[in-house]
Nanobody, 112 residues
């Protein structure tokens, strides 16, 4: 059973930074591409960023490009999302995802 546990969310002022972490178990982590997705109340789910399984390719939504950085530590089965220059519109519950599977999210609130 895949388990994805995100952490690191919190309340931060606009312009601040947070680093999200996701502990992954139940899969051979380095065999899979991984993603961060977010969902804010009343808004559609958004794929924020993805990282490939081995060649380092990444994807970022236009809304976060240049501000967020995704990374992974295959030795520790961990996925990260460094979020800088946060904006109020970044407020959402953030989830890490493995394909269609997403774990428990972590809430990010950015105050103006």
């Amino acid at each position: 059973e895949v388990q994805l546990q995100a952490s690191g969310g919190g309340l931060v002022q606009a312009g601040g930074s947070l680093r999200l972490s996701c502990a992954v178990s139940g899969i051979t982590f380095d065999d899979y591409a991984m993603s961060w997705i977010r969902q804010a109340p009343g808004k559609e789910r958004e794929v924020v960023s993805c990282t490939s399984k081995s060649d380092g390719q990444t994807y970022y939504a236009d809304s976060v490009k240049g501000r967020f950085t995704i990374s992974r530590d295959d030795a520790k089965d961990m996925l990260y999302l460094q979020m800088n220059s946060l904006k109020p519109e970044d407020s959402a519950v953030y989830y890490c995802a493995n394909g269609a599977t997403r774990g428990q999210g972590t809430l990010v609130t950015v105050s103006s």
